[in-house]
């Protein structure tokens, strides 16, 4: 029973901190901000299903999310006109999930026959296509200002009318729990280990008795049911959706969630998607540059830690399991490292904010606030300083890294050497 | 008709070159049947053939009385028939024991089922430590695949393809690239998993050869130029000047 | 009559314009199995450099010297970006390149502004060269076609009769083949990444002040490249040519026809509810449709001939 509560445990932990969030983070920003994050997560979970288990890598998995979206608003829409069955707002979801289903399987049956770079050209075509067509058909998708809706339906169980922000929250918390735990267990199904045996090697799998092309449809499909779901979920969350949420841009985003978060472990995701979101939603307000900087970081990522945020963690995990104190010897050499990094970002920042500034030529009457501090980017003070700090954190990069490769390779060679138990 | 499986006019050609030029051959039920032949002479690519990797371009393949010619893949390894790789062919990132156990999933029907956890799937479990100690992964079955020595993969690439309990085996040069002891414990791994089966091997390996085969064919430049017992082959003048005693190592 | 021939004419410098890209991208993959999904962002780098350096000089002095710069910045980015990830295999070699589209067209905004840059006809151009049954046909258009001509010629008899041409269709066939043969593959490949951009970089330099040199060209136009090269067979020269006529004609006819779709429907005997949701599958016409020819054709041959028109390899 004590491994049945210990793998409980992380489930009941998540449940409680998900209960307990809106009543840390009160103000209205933070519940809006928690609301998509928690959609997200489960958009991210289900992108990840077909990048880190089953090894599709799609340009256009928004469409699935995007429909499902559309079809909420237009369901709830029609529920007003009373020209369809009602449903519970609480169950809407599930809808947005059977949509995202239907095209998945539908789209799925034609794309997945091949894996690999032809898979991705073709998921990429397919995402166009339907974000072509919203600008082409006007009544179903009406073009780049998108269709709108009122969630509130009227009373539901327990008096929940969706009306406040907080109501919406806790829809969103559970269903995200629900797809999260699904998902999770998916993973452990016979269709999840084979989905990952695709994965590694797709040709040996036709050798123990499993069409490649089927499991991959099969992941396509189910992945785009959870998609379906966080899409509907957004359309009760936003009361709105548009082109953007079908087109390649949600895509690369929740692509770039699940990267940067560690496609092949199952936290990965929710960590990605947390952190960007979390990070797009406050600095777009403060530069301009922010998709420039995910941009490099995305590259960054694939180019250094391949593994992503999670990948990182999880390297160390055989240590920590081995002997928590072989993680000792790691701290001043990933410091320096971090220090390093931090100060050649700084630099980087700075000189990145001040080009923008001098090219958007219009904001000639406001200041430039570096870090607090008033830069001009018409003199050459803080351009040398920026590009000084940039300049000396490479070199320190370069010095420090070395040192914090050694540090690990030593402590994983200890950790190894350790007889389990 | 007791065969297991019956080659008829077998032939496989890439473009302008012909690799299979007419192959005929029964290989009878329950009995080890060995491959051999100088390098090229096509026998991976026979290999590729009866599996199911690509089509023949004429001639007729037959497993028990099913016709498999043209078959896929995947529909002639449910009807019993499974194969190893030269090249080690396994699931890098997977577990060893997460390579077996696909390997026998589909066999106890549990197919594409995703509403059941595989932890709780009591046949699969138990198939997968048996075969998971008779080649002797048992106590390195938490190790992804990747990382294991190359006897070891080599050994599990045997292990996935009988986890399945393929009435019919074909293995392709199991026992290339080891060491001496290696090459023994091999040997009996293979006899006791090929039990009551039927086993087709290649093998370069000649000691290899005599000790497991009851029959044994020679294949030379897409044609089988013998087939009879260990002790007919040795016999044999023209396998001796074809092959044995020029290209045998 | 005379309109149908305008249309094509329009049609066939799209696609010519098409296989300018197309033609990089293809050589790439073939040789690296790498799909570049940058290759429209060095297109626009093209047109950006060619808008900078006609502003400085003269637009002669552009479209020589815009592709060999763009080349060169292809040829660093392999160098130094994805070399390194080449380890990881082919889908992380194309999460690069999607990172690095991200990151081109963020620096193209930095550098020049989001907002269109003013990247004329050379005046010499501007002109028409001819005018036939009330139309204009314009020096510049032609020269387009004539540059995308000429360099069509040039890569086939690089290909064709050249030693480096040899060692490129040798390794587009048997890539460990030429690497036994003792040729450097890193330097051979990092000058092919950069060749290939280079191509598109003249495509920008002569498409840019037609099509419009902005920020999202790269996005707009990428996407049809690749539906280029998948409905011409990945790896296939001649069916990426091939393609892009195709859907270069195919979306100017479109265009120019103007066909309501309504009319179709009805002759079909379909009635459609003129006031419900489906109302625009009345309405909408082949020149609204347009933009989504190339991906309805894309998923029509991926359901009929899933290898593309001439594509031989698997991917």
Same mark, same amino acid.
């Given at each position: 029973?004590?491994?049945?509560?210990?793998?409980?445990?992380?489930?009941?932990?998540?449940?409680?901190?998900?209960?307990?969030?809106?009543?840390?983070?009160?103000?209205?920003?933070?519940?809006?901000?928690?609301?998509?994050?928690?959609?997200?997560?489960?958009?991210?979970?289900?992108?990840?299903?077909?990048?880190?288990?089953?090894?599709?890598?799609?340009?256009?998995?928004?469409?699935?999310?995007?429909?499902?979206?559309?079809?909420?608003?237009?369901?709830?829409?029609?529920?007003?006109?009373?020209?369809?069955?009602?449903?519970?707002?609480?169950?809407? !979801?599930?809808?947005?999930?059977?949509?995202?289903?239907?095209?998945?399987?539908?789209?799925?049956?034609?794309?997945?026959?091949?894996?690999?770079?032809?898979?991705?050209?073709?998921?990429?075509?397919?995402?166009? =296509?339907?974000?072509?067509?919203?600008?082409?058909?006007?009544?179903?998708?009406?073009?780049?200002?998108?269709?709108? $809706?009122?969630?509130?339906?009227?009373?539901?169980?327990?008096?929940?009318?969706?009306?406040?922000?907080?109501?919406?929250?806790?829809?969103?918390?559970?269903?995200?729990?629900?797809?999260?735990?699904?998902?999770?267990?998916?993973?452990?199904? %016979?269709?999840?280990?084979?989905?990952?045996?695709?994965?590694?090697? !797709?040709?040996?799998?036709?050798?123990?008795?499993?069409?490649?092309?089927?499991?991959?449809?099969?992941?396509?499909?189910?992945?785009?049911?959870?998609?379906?779901?966080?899409?509907?979920?957004?359309?009760?969350?936003?009361?709105?959706?548009?082109?953007?949420?079908?087109?390649?841009?949600?895509?690369?985003?929740?692509?770039?969630?699940?990267?940067?978060?560690?496609?092949?472990?199952?936290?990965?995701?929710?960590?990605?998607?947390?952190?960007?979101?979390?990070?797009?939603?406050?600095?777009?307000?403060?530069?301009?540059?922010?998709?420039?900087?995910?941009?490099?970081?995305?590259?960054?990522?694939?180019?250094?830690?391949?593994?992503?945020?999670?990948?990182?963690?999880? =390297?160390?995990?055989?240590?920590?399991?081995?002997?928590?104190?072989?993680?000792?010897?790691?701290?001043?050499?990933?410091?320096?490292?971090?220090?390093?990094?931090?100060?050649?970002?700084?630099?980087?920042?700075?000189?990145?904010?001040?080009?923008?500034?001098?090219?958007?030529?219009?904001? $000639?009457?406001?200041?430039?606030?570096?870090?607090?501090?008033?830069?001009?980017?018409?003199?050459?003070?803080?351009?040398?300083?920026?590009?000084?700090?940039?300049?000396?954190?490479?070199?320190?990069?370069?010095?420090?890294?070395?040192?914090?490769?050694?540090?690990?390779?030593?402590?994983?060679?200890?950790?190894?050497?350790?007889?389990?138990? | 008709?007791?065969?297991?499986?019956?080659?008829?006019?077998?032939?496989?050609?890439? &473009?302008?070159?012909?690799?299979?030029?007419?192959? +005929?051959?029964?290989?009878?039920?329950?009995?080890?049947?060995?491959?051999?032949?100088?390098?090229?002479?096509?026998?991976?690519?026979?290999?590729?053939?009866?599996?199911?990797?690509?089509?023949?371009?004429?001639?007729?393949?037959?497993?028990?009385?099913?016709?498999?010619?043209?078959?896929?893949?995947?529909?002639?390894?449910?009807?019993?028939?499974?194969?190893?790789?030269?090249?080690?062919?396994?699931?890098?990132?997977?577990? #060893?024991?997460?390579?077996?156990?696909?390997?026998?999933?589909?066999?106890?029907?549990?197919?594409?089922?995703?509403?059941?956890?595989?932890?709780?799937?009591?046949?699969?479990?138990?198939?997968?430590?048996? *075969?998971?100690?008779?080649?002797?992964?048992?106590?390195?079955?938490?190790?992804?695949? &990747?990382?294991?020595?190359?006897?070891?993969?080599?050994?599990?690439?045997?292990?996935?393809?009988?986890?399945?309990?393929?009435? #019919?085996?074909?293995?392709?040069?199991?026992?290339?690239?080891?060491?001496?002891?290696?090459?023994?414990?091999?040997?009996?791994?293979?006899?006791?998993?090929?039990?009551?089966?039927?086993?087709?091997?290649?093998?370069?390996?000649?000691?290899?050869?005599?000790?497991?085969? +009851?029959?044994?064919?020679?294949?030379?430049?897409?044609?089988?130029?013998?087939?009879?017992?260990?002790?007919?082959?040795?016999?044999?003048?023209?396998?001796?000047?074809?092959?044995?005693?020029?290209?045998?190592? | =009559?005379?309109?149908?021939?305008?249309?094509?004419?329009?049609?066939?410098?799209?696609?010519?314009?098409?296989?300018?890209?197309?033609?990089?991208?293809?050589?790439?993959?073939?040789?690296?199995?790498?799909?570049?999904?940058?290759?429209?962002?060095?297109?626009?780098?093209?047109?950006?450099?060619?808008?900078?350096?006609?502003?400085?000089?003269?637009?002669?002095?552009?479209?020589?010297?815009?592709?060999?710069?763009?080349?060169?910045?292809?040829?660093?980015?392999?160098?130094?970006?994805?070399?390194?990830?080449?380890?990881?295999?082919? #889908?992380?070699?194309?999460?690069?390149?999607?990172?690095?589209?991200?990151? *081109?067209?963020?620096?193209?905004?930095?550098?020049? &502004?989001?907002? !269109?840059?003013?990247?004329? *006809?050379?005046?010499?151009?501007?002109?028409?060269?001819?005018?036939?049954?009330?139309?204009?046909?314009?020096?510049?258009?032609?020269? =387009?076609?004539?540059?995308?001509?000429?360099?069509?010629?040039?890569?086939?008899?690089?290909? $064709?009769?050249?030693?480096?041409?040899?060692?490129?269709?040798?390794?587009?066939?048997?890539?460990?083949?030429?690497?036994?043969?003792?040729?450097?593959?890193?330097?051979?490949?990092?000058?092919?990444?950069?060749?290939?951009?280079?191509?598109?970089?003249?495509?920008?330099?002569?498409?840019?002040?037609?099509?419009?040199?902005?920020?999202?060209?790269?996005?707009?136009?990428?996407?049809?490249?690749?539906?280029?090269?998948?409905?011409?067979?990945?790896?296939?020269?001649?069916?990426?040519?091939?393609?892009?006529?195709?859907?270069?004609?195919?979306?100017?006819?479109?265009?120019?026809?103007?066909?309501?779709?309504?009319?179709?429907?009805?002759?079909?005997?379909?009635?459609?509810?003129?006031?419900?949701?489906?109302?625009?599958?009345?309405?909408?016409?082949?020149?609204?449709?347009?933009?989504?020819?190339?991906?309805?054709?894309?998923?029509?041959?991926?359901?009929?001939? %899933?290898?593309?028109?001439?594509?031989?390899?698997?991917?």
């Amino acid at each position: 029973m004590s491994t049945l509560l210990g793998r409980l445990t992380p489930w009941i932990a998540g449940a409680a901190a998900l209960i307990a969030l809106p009543h840390v983070f009160t103000s209205g920003f933070a519940l809006t901000l928690m609301s998509q994050i928690g959609l997200l997560i489960v958009f991210a979970l289900a992108y990840n299903m077909l990048l880190g288990q089953g090894g599709m890598l799609s340009f256009g998995h928004a469409v699935y999310f995007g429909l499902a979206g559309y079809f909420t608003i237009h369901y709830l829409n029609f529920i007003y006109e009373e020209q369809v069955p009602y449903i519970p707002v609480t169950l809407i !979801p599930l809808l947005g999930g059977l949509v995202g289903l239907f095209f998945g399987i539908l789209i799925g049956y034609v794309s997945t026959r091949r894996a690999g770079t032809t898979f991705a050209m073709i998921s990429l075509g397919f995402g166009e =296509m339907v974000t072509a067509l919203t600008l082409v058909l006007v009544a179903i998708f009406n073009g780049e200002d998108g269709i709108q $809706t009122d969630r509130v339906l009227g009373e539901e169980l327990f008096g929940i009318t969706y009306g406040p922000n907080i109501e919406v929250y806790y829809l969103i918390a559970g269903w995200c729990l629900v797809c999260t735990l699904a998902m999770f267990l998916l993973t452990r199904t %016979p269709f999840g280990r084979i989905s990952n045996a695709v994965r590694d090697n !797709p040709e040996r799998v036709e050798f123990i008795g499993y069409s490649s092309q089927r499991i991959r449809w099969l992941a396509f499909s189910l992945s785009s049911f959870f998609a379906g779901i966080a899409g509907a979920l957004h359309a009760v969350n936003i009361e709105h959706v548009g082109f953007e949420q079908v087109s390649v841009i949600q895509s690369g985003l929740v692509l770039f969630m699940v990267y940067i978060g560690g496609a092949a472990t199952f936290v990965g995701p929710i960590i990605g998607a947390t952190l960007l979101y979390f990070l797009q939603s406050t600095l777009t307000g403060v530069t301009e540059a922010w998709v420039l900087y995910l941009g490099v970081l995305f590259v960054g990522v694939i180019m250094f830690f391949p593994g992503g945020l999670a990948g990182l963690i999880s =390297m160390h995990q055989p240590i920590w399991r081995a002997r928590a104190r072989l993680l000792a010897p790691l701290l001043v050499p990933y410091s320096r490292f971090l220090a390093a990094l931090i100060v050649c970002v700084l630099g980087c920042i700075g000189l990145i904010e001040m080009l923008y500034f001098r090219s958007s030529r219009l904001s $000639t009457e406001t200041e430039l606030v570096i870090y607090g501090v008033e830069s001009d980017p018409f003199s050459a003070g803080p351009w040398l300083i920026f590009a000084a700090a940039a300049g000396l954190g490479a070199f320190a990069i370069r010095k420090t890294y070395p040192g914090a490769v050694s540090a690990w390779n030593t402590a994983i060679a200890d950790a190894r050497a350790r007889p389990l138990g | 008709m007791s065969s297991a499986l019956t080659l008829a006019g077998l032939r496989k050609s890439f &473009g302008a070159a012909e690799i299979i030029r007419g192959v +005929d051959l029964a290989v009878e039920d329950g009995e080890r049947h060995a491959i051999i032949g100088p390098n090229g002479a096509g026998k991976s690519t026979l290999y590729n053939l009866i599996s199911g990797r690509f089509p023949p371009s004429a001639g007729r393949i037959h497993l028990y009385d099913t016709d498999i010619t043209g078959k896929k893949a995947f529909d002639i390894n449910r009807l019993g028939l499974t194969r190893s790789f030269q090249v080690t062919n396994i699931f890098a990132r997977l577990s #060893v024991l997460d390579n077996v156990r696909c390997g026998c999933l589909y066999a106890l029907g549990h197919r594409y089922a995703w509403w059941k956890l595989v932890g709780r799937l009591q046949d699969v479990n138990e198939q997968t430590a048996s *075969i998971l100690r008779d080649i002797g992964l048992w106590e390195k079955r938490e190790l992804p695949a &990747g990382l294991l020595s190359y006897a070891d993969q080599r050994a599990l690439e045997l292990g996935i393809a009988i986890a399945g309990g393929a009435n #019919v085996i074909l293995l392709d040069e199991p026992t290339a690239g080891m060491s001496h002891s290696e090459v023994e414990q091999a040997v009996s791994l293979i006899r006791r998993i090929s039990e009551g089966k039927t086993l087709v091997i290649v093998e370069h390996d000649m000691g290899v050869v005599f000790d497991l085969a +009851d029959r044994i064919s020679v294949l030379v430049y897409g044609e089988i130029i013998a087939t009879g017992t260990p002790g007919e082959i040795r016999a044999s003048t023209a396998v001796q000047e074809a092959y044995l005693g020029t290209g045998a190592s | =009559m005379e309109s149908i021939i305008f249309a094509m004419f329009n049609g066939v410098l799209y696609g010519m314009l098409l296989f300018l890209l197309a033609s990089g991208l293809t050589l790439i993959f073939s040789m690296m199995g790498v799909l570049n999904f940058a290759h429209a962002s060095f297109f626009m780098l093209g047109a950006y450099f060619a808008y900078q350096i006609s502003e400085g000089l003269n637009f002669w002095a552009a479209l020589f010297v815009a592709p060999v710069i763009v080349g060169l910045v292809g040829a660093g980015v392999e160098r130094w970006g994805l070399r390194p990830v080449h380890r990881y295999g082919h #889908v992380a070699e194309l999460l690069f390149t999607f990172g690095v589209a991200y990151v *081109i067209e963020e620096l193209v905004q930095m550098i020049w &502004g989001r907002v !269109p840059v003013p990247y004329e *006809i050379p005046e010499l151009m501007s002109g028409a060269l001819f005018t036939w049954q009330g139309f204009d046909y314009s020096i510049y258009r032609v020269f =387009m076609l004539v540059v995308s001509v000429v360099i069509f010629v040039a890569l086939f008899a690089l290909l $064709t009769y050249t030693r480096i041409g040899l060692i490129i269709r040798a390794a587009v066939s048997d890539p460990v083949h030429v690497a036994t043969l003792g040729h450097d593959i890193p330097r051979i490949f990092m000058w092919t990444f950069g060749f290939g951009c280079a191509l598109a970089g003249v495509a920008g330099v002569v498409g840019g002040n037609v099509l419009g040199t902005e920020p999202a060209m790269a996005i707009q136009l990428g996407p049809i490249v690749f539906v280029v090269i998948v409905i011409g067979g990945l790896g296939s020269l001649g069916g990426a040519l091939v393609a892009a006529l195709i859907i270069g004609v195919v979306t100017r006819l479109a265009i120019f026809y103007d066909y309501g779709l309504g009319s179709l429907f009805l002759s079909l005997g379909l009635e459609i509810d003129t006031a419900g949701l489906l109302r625009d599958f009345t309405r909408i016409t082949t020149a609204q449709v347009a933009p989504v020819l190339p991906y309805l054709m894309l998923v029509l041959m991926l359901i009929f001939k %899933p290898r593309g028109l001439f594509g031989t390899r698997d991917v």
